[in-house]
């Protein structure tokens, strides 16, 4: 999934007098639908060396980012808070003491928060103004990135022939299926283990998620809204009450992509259930299986 902040979008409106520097590569940020939402996130990441552990830097030397002392504000506002809550290196965050960092949860105060390496994804169903409820036993968890593993819907009728089977190994599921927002058909989601989870929207809050084993579930800070990452945007499709087809191949391609923000489109013949899109920075080192 892919997002681009208010700067990039600046810096791309900004007329150019120099010829494109050819690269060999397509423009992946306005022509590419395979990138992924978390990219931008982990730029910033990158860029400012805020990781638990280090990325190999580029060989190529570029230019200062004009909109460095912006990203570095970002990184500072979403990546602090998480910076206290997971296990980082000194040479990541050397200010930062080893037994400074946050435990969390009455009912294993000693657990500290794991950092997840890539970031996972929580597709989450719930009152957007509400900081807890109930029903996450319907929830689900890609462990994976789904965008880059997605089908466009061109090829839907290319999968149907390979009896459902995605070039990236899974199975496509004719009876509940999934869209993103550049309309990529999705794998199904994993159900979300109960526990406690480190969550953002890359905006403003990064706080403790804690799912409880009869679904109920509780934000530490903010709303479910505060965490939710507008641009990427996910839809469960079903068939209509009343029986009759339900297929990818009845979506209009001209929806997409979708508004940051904005529920995904209707396709005719199905039923549609929207969720909310949550990056997981780090759970819970009860959490085994993740």
């Not at 910033?44 to 060989?59: G, K, M, N, Y």
């Not at 946050?102 to 009152?127: C, K, S, V, Y």
């Not at 209707?266 to 909310?276: E, I, L, S, Y």
Request: aromatic share 6%.
């Amino acid at each position: 999934w892919r997002s681009h902040t208010v700067c990039d979008r600046a810096v791309l409106a900004r007329p150019s007098t120099k010829a494109p520097r050819k690269t060999g590569r397509r423009d992946t940020i306005a022509s590419d639908p395979h990138n992924s939402c978390r990219a931008d996130f982990e730029a910033v990441v990158r860029q400012e060396h805020i990781t638990a552990s280090p990325l190999p830097l580029s060989a190529e030397r570029t230019r200062p980012h004009p909109c460095s002392a912006m990203r570095r504000a970002l990184a500072l506002v979403v990546l602090m808070p998480v910076a206290a809550a997971l296990r980082v290196s000194r040479r990541s965050l050397g200010a930062v003491a080893v037994g400074s960092l946050a435990t969390f949860g009455p009912h294993n105060a000693n657990a500290e928060m794991r950092q997840l390496r890539p970031i996972q994804f929580i597709a989450a169903l719930g009152d957007p103004e509400a900081s807890s409820g109930g029903g996450a036993k319907a929830w689900g968890l890609w462990r994976l990135d789904p965008g880059p593993r997605g089908v466009r819907l061109q090829g839907y009728e290319q999968l149907v022939k390979q009896g459902g089977k995605a070039p990236s190994g899974w199975f496509f599921d004719d009876k509940k299926w999934w869209l993103e927002e550049h309309g990529l058909i999705m794998e199904d989601p994993s159900p979300l283990p109960a526990g406690r989870y480190m969550v953002t929207g890359a905006r403003k809050v990064t706080t403790e998620l804690n799912v409880a084993t009869d679904g109920s579930w509780t934000l530490k800070e903010g709303k479910l809204f505060d965490v939710t990452h507008l641009p990427c945007r996910s839809a469960l499709y079903t068939p209509a009450p009343g029986g009759g087809a339900c297929t990818p191949a009845q979506a209009n391609g001209k929806d997409f992509p979708v508004t940051p923000g904005a529920p995904m489109p209707g396709v005719t013949g199905c039923a549609k259930q929207d969720f909310a899109v949550l990056f997981v920075l780090g759970v819970d080192d009860a959490i085994k299986e993740l």
